[in-house]
């Protein structure tokens, strides 16, 4: 009887031994990750949350809506709101034009080839954001490369106004912006399986046709994700516009900046920035669903046997 | 010409008749990559205003920025702040990448999420408040809270890059020497690290060039004595063109190359 | 009743001088075939013997360096894959994700300009084929494999090809599976009679569907018979070897007659060349153990007994044989046959009866 008891004993300890040890697992595993998390919380959570506390505070400094009611209807912030959404669109619509054939063009390429061209995406992803705005403001400028070929080659007289303007600013902007749509959709479009064209092919489609009809749907989940990701960043981006622009074209965020520097308005500065944070976390989301609709799609999902 | 008839895949369409879209792509890639080289023939200019192709070629406007006492300033305060980043995000976000990868948690998950949050609210939103926060504390125009704040941007990257290097390593060696009597700890840091070495130089060379690119944070947080080449440079941008400003554009796009090149290579080395 | 194929007829095809390297290596070497209308003829080979090569020349999507490919009396080695008309069922199926069961076999229709109305009849009809009725509306990704292999066979002869071209198209399905589809596959080819050209590695699925089956190695068809003649009569050491199991004895051959060491052998056919490079086949279930020891009727080998492994429905006897080499001995489990087994370690006489004794030549 004795030597029964005992192992019930030596049973309870042990499961209270492992369960301390799995927790102390646990414990572990958080902790690798517990300053990372310290430091965004601390350094972004916290501020962010606060912002969004100061975004009910009205003038009298007690909880208001007031500031998002003069978002909704003072007619600068509608303008600021129309400017801003029509350079996301036209940004997002470029983009997608002239960044979908070198996506695909990339993705038929054999693999030596393709690095080589991913490197010419690549290396204005690493290029800083100030040294490619620069380069276009002396491009674009009245007395910049551009309108000199142009006036060189007699195709006009006059310099054109290519900056300091909705133009210049979306010319700028795209190709800021490019990289971002061609990343997700060449990765998209590699997972396209090449024998769903070569089938396509073999059951009468000419190249044409199996693009149409094959291979341009299944690229959809990954351009629109790129799209959508263009659009995000777009709609809250401010290097550019601010010199590009040249004071014409006012965006989300720069309206935040002069809030807060020109006017220590927080209030109206958080309202806008919950906003545009609002407006960003629902596209992601949107995106991130494609995302994984591009995966069952390509077939990783589903029954089997 | 032959190689026009050749066909560029299996289903037998051939070269010439794809020449239309090597020729946009072509275009499109100029696009992306020419426009930013401009600048470097520029720079050796002489002349106050832009000009292109130079008329007499010049170390002038790098002597402006070297000369620049405001300049050289903001150069070392970018470049001890991208330093410090590097120092503090790269084990920060090794060690988290680490740790989500060898957890068996559920909440792993959502601290993934919140990992990945610098990369998903606007930066804007993000400046302001960090300048909220720091006014409180009196940390405006320093430099530790601008290394705080660069370090909380670049961290999902350094989180993603290690991860992605994580994912095609084989877990078991680490199982394999704690067998043979290595403590936890010691079995990452003699066989695990030294493996993944080339993802985590990666995400700290991002890091690095992140905190170093980054203007909008650094408009708000650093100023006066600890202002950032950013910082100045697009004020620089806002009021008049100042060719120093091509100078320095050259330079930083030489440490962008150089580290572009140095992260492909260290890619290349793993396959 | 054929419900698809009725008034077309099946093609034949001709292959002359196909070849295709890649730098120094010989990916199909003068390949010369010629297919019979109607006929379900497999390649069979290991990977890299160019069998899919030679697969993928038929269908367009590798151009040979040189040769000539033949849909009757067409010359089609120049035509782009979408314009041969052949039907091709891909090893990994690829069927198109995007679109439902319905809209994939309506594919090759739609694009031949078939009215909308007759699309739905055939579609229809092309499901009941393949006994999936009633599934028309469901995802690709909502289909088992043995579904997915059903809907791309539909969908390969929908359009009615006067050739099909199937590419290892059961090695995704589990062993049940797979005997059950290859016994589906050949019913439907009698049923539709359409020209079958069918690739795989597996020997056993080449005998049991095949009319004629080729034997591809190093890009070059070493052997074409019929399953049973591929089977007892192999022509080279590397056909016995890859199909069927067996082991080589070397012999002497000298003016047609065959001998090992000194003893002469009594042929089922004529050697295929005199010269040293010669060997006899020794198929395991072939070989008979002679209780009674040596005897005239049989070619006969003293050995000792090595080993016995009982497997079940047939057991194997491994001979350590006295000529040198070890033999397999594979025979049924009867209880009178294992109780003549003698002993590990002591005397055994096995023999080969004169009409299954074979030499094949070692040179490939």
Redesign the interface.
């Known amino acids: 009887m004795t030597a029964i008891t005992q192992d019930a004993i030596s049973d309870v300890s042990n499961e209270h031994g492992l369960r301390s040890d799995e927790n102390r697992e646990r414990w572990m595993v958080l902790g690798l990750c517990g300053p990372a998390l310290f430091l965004i919380i601390i350094v972004m959570v916290v501020p962010v949350g606060w912002l969004f506390w100061l975004s009910f505070i009205g003038a009298e400094g007690s909880f208001s809506w007031e500031n998002y009611e003069r978002l909704w209807q003072s007619k600068s912030y509608a303008r600021i709101f129309k400017i801003t959404f029509e350079v996301a669109f036209v940004t997002t619509g470029i983009c997608m034009l002239i960044g979908y054939p070198l996506t695909y063009m990339m993705s038929q390429l054999p693999r030596r080839a393709a690095n080589i061209a991913m490197i010419t995406v690549l290396l204005p992803f690493w290029t800083s954001l100030l040294v490619r705005t620069y380069a276009w403001l002396v491009l674009l400028q009245r007395k910049g490369l551009i309108n000199g070929w142009l006036i060189d080659a007699g195709i006009i007289d006059t310099p054109l106004r290519l900056v300091h303007n909705f133009t210049g600013n979306i010319i700028g902007m795209s190709q800021i912006m490019l990289p971002f749509l061609v990343l997700p959709l060449y990765a998209s479009m590699k997972a396209i399986d090449r024998d769903y064209l070569k089938a396509a092919a073999n059951l009468g489609a000419s190249p044409v046709a199996a693009f149409w009809r094959v291979f341009f749907p299944l690229s959809l989940p990954g351009l629109f994700a790129g799209m959508l990701l263009v659009f995000v960043i777009s709609l809250g981006f401010f290097v550019t516009p601010v010199v590009l622009g040249g004071g014409r074209i006012i965006m989300v965020a720069m309206r935040v900046e002069k809030s807060i520097s020109l006017y220590s308005n927080w209030g109206a500065a958080s309202a806008l920035a919950v906003v545009l944070l609002i407006l960003t976390l629902a596209c992601l989301v949107v995106a991130a669903k494609l995302l994984k609709l591009d995966k069952v799609q390509s077939g990783s999902g589903g029954s089997d046997g | 010409m032959s190689w026009l008839n050749a ?7 051939t070269h010439g ?2 020449l239309w ?2 020729i ?2 072509g275009l ?2 100029m ?3 020419l ?5 470097i023939p ?1 720079s050796f200019s002489e002349s106050k ?2 000009e ?1 192709p130079p008329e007499v070629w010049s170390m002038y406007w790098y002597g402006a920025y070297f000369d620049s006492k405001a300049w050289m300033n903001a150069t070392r305060t970018s470049l001890t702040v991208a330093v410090l980043t590097f120092l503090l995000a790269t084990p ?2 090794t ?2 990448a ?3 990868h ?2 068996r ?1 559920r909440f ?1 998950m959502y ?1 993934y999420i ?2 990945s ?2 990369l ?7 400046a ?6 720091y006014a409180k504390l009196g940390m405006i125009n320093s430099i530790s809270g601008l290394v ?2 660069h ?2 941007l670049a ?1 999902p990257l350094v ?1 993603i890059v290690v991860a992605s290097g994580l994912k095609s390593y084989d877990m078991n060696q680490e199982m394999v020497a704690r067998s043979l009597g290595a403590s ?1 700890a010691r079995a990452f840091l003699t066989i695990t690290l030294p493996q993944i070495r080339f993802s985590v130089i990666t995400g700290g060379l991002l890091a690095f ?1 992140t905190s ?2 980054e ?2 944070v650094a ?2 947080v650093s100023g006066g004595e600890n202002a950032t080449i ?1 910082r100045r ?2 004020n620089a ?2 009021d008049q ?1 100042d060719p120093t ?2 100078s320095i ?1 050259t330079l ?2 030489t440490v ?2 150089i ?2 090149v140095v992260a ?1 290579m260290f890619g290349k080395e793993r396959d | 009743m054929s419900t698809i194929t009725t008034e077309k007829t099946a093609l034949p095809i001709t292959i002359r001088g196909v070849t295709k390297t890649y730098g120094d290596i010989y990916a199909l070497d003068d390949v010369n075939l010629d297919v019979r209308s109607g006929e379900f003829i497999t390649l069979l080979g290991p990977s890299g013997s160019g069998k899919t090569t030679l697969l993928m020349v038929l269908s367009g999507f590798n151009r040979p360096d040189r040769g000539s490919v033949m849909f009757g009396d067409r010359e089609v080695i120049r035509l782009s894959p979408h314009k041969r008309d052949v039907g091709m069922v891909f090893q990994n199926y690829a069927l198109f994700p995007h679109m439902d069961v319905n809209n994939n076999l309506a594919f090759p229709l739609k694009l031949r300009d078939v009215g909308k109305a007759e699309v739905a009849e055939r579609v229809e009809k092309a499901l009941e084929l393949v006994q999936l009725s009633g599934l028309g509306e469901r995802r690709i990704s909502q289909l088992s494999g043995g579904q997915r292999q059903r809907v791309a066979l539909a969908r390969a002869i929908i359009f009615e090809p006067r050739i099909l071209l199937m590419d290892e198209p059961l090695s995704a399905l589990d062993k049940n599976l797979r005997e059950h589809m290859q016994i589906e596959l050949r019913r439907l080819h009698e049923m539709l009679g359409m020209t079958t050209v069918y690739v795989t590695h597996d020997q056993r699925e080449a005998l049991t569907m095949s009319d004629r089956v080729v034997v591809v190695n190093h890009g070059k068809l070493m052997q074409i018979d019929k399953p049973k003649q591929l089977y007892e009569r192999p022509l080279s050491k590397f056909v016995a070897d890859f199909i069927g199991e067996s082991t080589f004895l070397p012999v002497s051959v000298e003016g047609g007659r065959a001998s090992i060491n000194g003893r002469p052998l009594s042929l089922a056919e004529a050697p295929p060349s005199d010269g040293a490079n010669q060997l006899l086949l020794l198929r395991p279930e072939k070989l008979e153990i002679l209780p009674g020891g040596e005897s005239d009727s049989y070619n006969c080998f003293k050995g000792k007994v090595k080993d016995l492994v009982y497997q079940g429905e047939s057991f194997l006897l491994y001979v350590d044989l006295d000529d040198g080499p070890e033999a397999t001995l594979r025979s049924p489990t009867r209880r009178e046959v294992l109780d003549a087994v003698p002993d590990r370690g002591h005397e055994i006489t096995i023999g080969l009866h004169p009409e299954d004794t074979i030499i094949v030549s070692e040179d490939d």
């Open positions: 066909p560029a895949s299996e289903t037998q369409i008749k794809r879209l090597y946009v792509s499109v890639m696009f992306l990559v426009p930013s080289l401009i600048v520029m205003y832009l292109f920060m976000g060690l988290a680490y740790g989500l060898v957890s948690f792993s601290i919140v990992m949050l610098p998903m609210v606007p930066v804007i939103m993000i302001i408040g960090v300048f909220f926060l705080l704040a370090s909380m961290m989180v936890r060039l170093l690119d203007v909008i408009l708000f950013t440079m697009f941008l806002r063109i400003i091509a554009s930083l796009i962008s190359v580290l572009l492909q």
